[in-house]
Each structure stands twice: as C-alpha cells, then as structure tokens.
C-alpha cells in the first residue's frame, strides 16, 4: 500500500509534538505539509514550534510549513501557555547541551510564502481524492480554506479532527473541549460543511495515557535525540498534571488523531450529527451529540463519524514503538 498522504494543521503545543513525531515515524504516512494555528500559543510560536520539532526529527524530513490564523474567527485568542509552558514545548530553553549550548536551538527553517488556507486548498484541489487533512488544533485555518474554496477543499478525501466531548466532560470547560471551545464558530462552520469529517474527541484520547515511568524507560533503554525530547517536552508538564490531577501522565490527544489514520482499527466510528454551542454562557465551545434512540426521521442526519471506543493498550503500544525508531 502507498503511504496516505497527509497534511497537519497544528499548534504545537506538547501533544501536537508528540504527533508529529508520531507521524514522521510512521511509514504508513507521508506528511506533505504542516499548516499552523494560533491555540495552544501565538502562531508565530506555534510555527517556530513546528520549525523546532523538524529539527528534532531530523533534517531529511523537511515538509513544508506555512503559517495560518492568527486568532479565532470571531473571538480574542485565549491561549494553554499554563498548561504547556511559556513557549509552548515545556520551556526547553532550560535544557542545554554540552558546552552549554541549547540543547534546542532556534530553528532556521524557510516558511512557505503561502497561507496556511492557501496551501492547504492548492493542494487538496491539486490531487482530488488524495490528501487526509488532520487538524490537532483550534479549526480557523480549515473553516477559513472552506468558506474561501468549498468545491477545492470538498476533493479532500477525508479530514481527521481531534475536538470535543461527546460524553466525556469538557477539558478547558466542564463543557468544552479546548480546540473547539478556542474557535466554536469555525467548528460550527466545518462540522456543517458536509466534508468527510471523523471526530477524535475526549471520550477516547482521555482514555490513551503517557506516563513519565513510560518515558523514563524509553530514554533509558532507547536514548535517541527523540526519546530525550520526548522527556524534556514533557518533564514539566507531568508536574502540571501530578498536581491537577494526582497522576504523572498526560492524555495523548493528538497522537491518537494520527493513530486513527495509521491504523483505523484502532478506533471505532460512529455516526452522529453533532453541533456545536457559540452562544457565551457556560457551554460555549460544547459539542452536542444527537444520541437519542429514534428513527431517522425524527432527527438531523448525521454529519461526522465520532470515535467513541479506542483499543488504548494496542494504541499506546503502537506510539511507543513508532517514536524509537527515529531518527530513521
Ligand atoms: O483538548 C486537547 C487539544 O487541545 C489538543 O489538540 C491540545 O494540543 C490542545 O490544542
Ligand atoms: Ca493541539
């Protein structure tokens, strides 16, 4: 089988990192472009984030990379920075290499002179039927390249969205999920398009943990660039979450988003039609499943397939062994 080719809409963001590695990893994929968003961070961070992690994957990997929205459609940008650190990785600037050089230096990478919507309709429309788009961050960039070109991005063959909680409680909310509760309106918008659309939402990457014991014995048995990445991107945030939540792990949200992709029997699908809350109380941002027992007639058709069971073990399994084997 050819590798499916995919293109990353992003803001990384310490999962989204963990994804990219993942994806790069994975000879199932072939990553085409990487499109940025502001969520987690700024974009200007976000991007320079995704020049960074290139780096850390090694430079024969060098996809294109171009920067999109810079803030919600409608709405300020509220970002994670107190989840993720300051600049978005677990503030790796502490981390130094010999001689006391960053151990992760600035990234010098050359953007794409494209808009992230730009990009991502030349090249949907350019190769119809062809291309997974993943978006792993707040969806301005996909609602923006559908309300600019709907008969370009209606050739996509299927897009992947990890958002929302269906049954699951909210995580930036008791509501709300973070990527759609940071732009509503544009999940509103691309929920409503008619796109192939499946939804990775709370219900399963809660269920897909990353631990710093897992971490720890990847470094010491493997002790690549990319396993002590791993750890330093994620050493603070453990401490984040051993006092939110009492447990030194971390749901790995946006990897499973490309797990569904590599391996679609990791999850299973089902279809709902979902709609999203953009009013201002307290559920903004919620995603509203219609799970009524009814006949069809009696209820909206369905417009996304929703992950709603996840073979964890197999799927954590799967990230584990894919990361070690960087660099190729
Ligand atoms: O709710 C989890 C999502 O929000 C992930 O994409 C994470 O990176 C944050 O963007
Ligand atoms: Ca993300």
């Known amino acids: 089988m050819p590798p499916t080719r995919i293109i990353i809409d992003t803001d990384p963001g310490i999962d989204d990192a963990l994804a990219l590695i993942l994806a790069f990893a994975s000879p199932e994929l072939s990553v085409e472009a990487i499109t940025t968003v502001a969520g987690n961070v700024a974009v200007s961070q976000a991007t320079r984030n995704a020049?960074?992690?290139l780096d850390v994957v090694g430079p024969h990997l060098r996809p294109s990379v171009a920067k999109g929205a810079a803030h919600p459609m409608t709405r300020p940008l509220r970002t994670a920075q107190h989840y993720h650190g300051e600049d978005g990785l677990g503030n790796l600037s502490r981390f130094k290499a010999e001689g006391g050089m960053l151990r992760y230096p600035e990234p010098q990478q050359l953007l794409s002179p494209q808009s992230a919507?730009?990009?991502?309709?030349?090249?949907?429309?350019?190769?119809?039927?062809?291309?997974?788009l993943i978006c792993i961050g707040p969806l301005t960039n996909l609602a923006m390249a559908i309300r600019t070109a709907p008969a370009e991005m209606a050739k996509v063959k299927e897009i992947i969205v990890m958002g929302g909680a269906i049954q699951a409680p909210g995580n930036v909310t008791p509501a709300a999920e973070f990527n759609v509760h940071t732009d509503p309106e544009a999940a509103s918008l691309v929920f409503a398009s008619g796109l192939p659309i499946t939804l990775v939402p709370l219900d399963v990457t809660q269920r897909v943990l990353l631990t710093a014991e897992l971490v720890d014995t990847l470094v010491r048995h493997v002790g690549s660039h990319v396993t002590q990445f791993v750890r330093d991107t994620t050493e603070r945030l453990?401490?984040?979450?051993?006092?939110q939540t009492g447990r030194a792990a971390t749901p790995l949200h946006d990897p499973l988003a490309i797990g569904a992709v590599i391996d679609p029997s990791l999850v299973t699908r089902r279809p709902f039609d979902v709609q999203v809350e953009t009013g201002e109380g307290p559920a903004q941002g919620m995603t509203i499943a219609d799970r009524r027992q009814v006949g069809g007639q009696w209820k909206r058709p369905p417009n996304l397939q929703v992950c709603m069971e996840v073979d964890a073990g197999r799927f954590v399994a799967l990230f584990l062994e894919r990361i070690c084997r960087l660099p190729a």
Do not use: R
């Not at 730009?118 to 062809?130: H, N, V, Y």
């Not at 453990?238 to 006092?243: A, D, M, R, T, Y």
């Open 117 to 132: 919507q730009a990009l991502m309709i030349e090249q949907i429309g350019a190769a119809p039927g062809e291309i997974v």
């Open 51 to 53: 020049c960074l992690l």
């Open 238 to 243: 453990f401490g984040v979450e051993k006092e």
